[in-house]
């Protein structure tokens, strides 16, 4: 079964830093550009970065470049997301997603991230 | 780009046909456009992905259409289970603001 598990979230205060992580399985992980996507309570959906499948590609939406950097360990099969410098408004659910055919057709179940003090 | 979803919300019933709008700011590459289904506390799911394009496991019920920058997705006789919100997305870019079908 191909199989996206984000894990890693959590409270954290305001400039604080986190880091998420995303286990794949059921598919050849190293074939497939990944995404990170976001959704703040109540609110729609925003994609915050994705990378190639060596990881030599890498791109972050303005609203988090220079805070946030996506990589992966194609070894373990794993995503990550570094976050720093955490705002407000960086409180959402955060999705692991696949990339294909120019769209996201797989996606995990999310890990909440809640910024405040 | 910015998608622009046209209605914010369609009321409908069962049986009825659902026709949802997508409008982007400037030209996307139909390769480039897919439409996503979300339900109430689930992760969104690919419908459409290169404008008119079915994924893995959905319904013909749902079509796509469209080009430069207007689109389109159709849900043919809306079943219980269509009643979602649905978003459209430029690939690793924007995403709308959403329709949401009650």
């Known amino acids: 079964e191909v199989q996206l598990v984000e894990s890693g979230g959590g409270l954290v205060q305001p400039g604080g830093s986190l880091r998420l992580s995303c286990a794949a399985s059921?598919?050849?992980?190293?074939?497939?550009?990944m995404s990170w996507v976001r959704q703040a309570p109540g609110k729609g959906l925003q994609w915050v970065a994705n990378i190639n499948q060596d990881g030599s590609q890498k791109f972050h939406a303005d609203s988090v470049r220079g805070r946030f950097t996506i990589s992966r360990d194609n070894a373990k099969n794993s995503l990550s997301l570094q976050m720093n410098s955490l705002r407000d408004e960086d409180t959402a659910v955060y999705y692991c997603v696949r990339t294909s055919d120019f769209s996201f057709d797989i996606w995990g179940q999310g890990t909440m991230i809640t910024v405040s003090s | 780009i910015v998608l622009t979803q046209s209605p914010d919300t369609l009321t409908l019933s069962p049986g009825d046909r659902a026709t949802l709008s997508c409008r982007a700011s400037q030209t996307i590459a139909s390769v480039y456009l897919a439409w996503y289904q979300q339900k109430y506390g689930q992760a969104p799911r690919l419908l459409i992905f290169?404008?008119?394009n079915r994924a893995t496991g959905v319904p013909d019920r749902f079509s796509g259409s469209g080009s430069g920058t207007d689109f389109t997705l159709t849900i043919d006789r809306l079943e219980p289970e269509d009643f979602a919100v649905y978003y459209c997305?430029?690939?690793?870019?924007?995403f709308g603001g959403g329709t949401k079908v009650e």
């Open positions: 059921g598919f050849i992980f190293s074939n497939y550009w």
């Open positions: 997305q430029r690939f690793a870019s924007a």
């Open positions: 290169g404008a008119s």
